[in-house]
């Protein structure tokens, strides 16, 4: 079983749409879980930490269910920008990547 | 304050060839690390360091080597280019705590190199 599983997608979406997609890892002693995003033969750029309590971050949400193990991301009033493919990153004192969450948010 | 700096952009070698990719970071970080993406896949760590004069292999370090000599540079090697070794490469830096695993560490990438072996 991979560390880090992600549904690739794509998903795509309108613009004005909520999009929200899950990351489940397989360690149970992963310490510290981020989102991030990396367009197209670029560089993974962090979009967000996630909290045990949940966070916003303007039209992003992420959660986190230790029990379930798995986080999630929601993207609401999804804008042309937000295409991307979102990587889900896990931390058990090594960094587990996801092979991402395709987002293709059309006009 | 550059960040993380990875040379070259882009490179084609030959079967058997040699060749090191740069990267430096100017923001004092302890932990460096290469990582190489296939088309449709996630990250694969190949080498890491916690440290100067410290390195560690990580997922696919078959192939490659690094060195660390000094804080800010970690370079990567390839001895024997091989076709499985065309991928996208990324240099990453971070600053790790010295408790078990920082809830603030946050990786900084460099843009990356596009290596093609023929």
């Known amino acids: 079983r991979k560390e880090v599983e992600q549904d690739p997608g794509p998903f795509n979406v309108p613009e004005g749409a909520t999009v929200a997609f899950n990351c489940t890892y397989s360690?149970?002693?992963?310490?510290?879980f981020f989102w991030y995003r990396q367009d197209c033969r670029k560089e993974p750029k962090l979009l967000m930490s996630v909290y045990s309590s949940g966070n916003e971050d303007g039209r992003f949400t992420a959660q986190l269910n230790r029990a379930s193990q798995y986080i999630s991301l929601l993207i609401r009033d999804s804008k042309l920008s937000d295409s991307a493919t979102y990587l889900c990153v896990c931390n058990d004192y090594k960094l587990s990547f996801g092979a991402g969450t395709t987002v293709t948010v059309r006009a | 304050n550059a960040g993380v700096t990875q040379t070259p952009k882009f490179r084609i070698l030959k079967i058997g060839q040699s060749m090191t990719l740069q990267c430096a970071q100017d923001m004092n970080h302890n932990y460096m690390y290469w990582y190489r993406q296939d088309p449709g896949m996630g990250l694969k760590l190949i080498y890491y360091?916690?440290?100067?004069?410290?390195?560690d292999k990580g997922e696919v370090p078959n192939g490659y080597n690094v060195s660390r000599s000094t804080t800010e540079d970690f370079p990567l090697r390839l001895e024997l280019a091989a076709p499985s070794q065309t991928s996208v490469y990324f240099c990453?830096?971070?600053?790790?705590?010295?408790?078990?695993?920082?809830?603030?560490?946050?990786?900084?990438f460099g843009s990356g190199t596009q290596l093609s072996v023929l």
């Open positions: 360690n149970s002693a992963s310490q510290s």
């Open positions: 360091s916690v440290g100067a004069g410290i390195t």
């Open positions: 990453a830096s971070s600053y790790r705590g010295t408790e078990y695993a920082s809830t603030n560490e946050k990786l900084f």
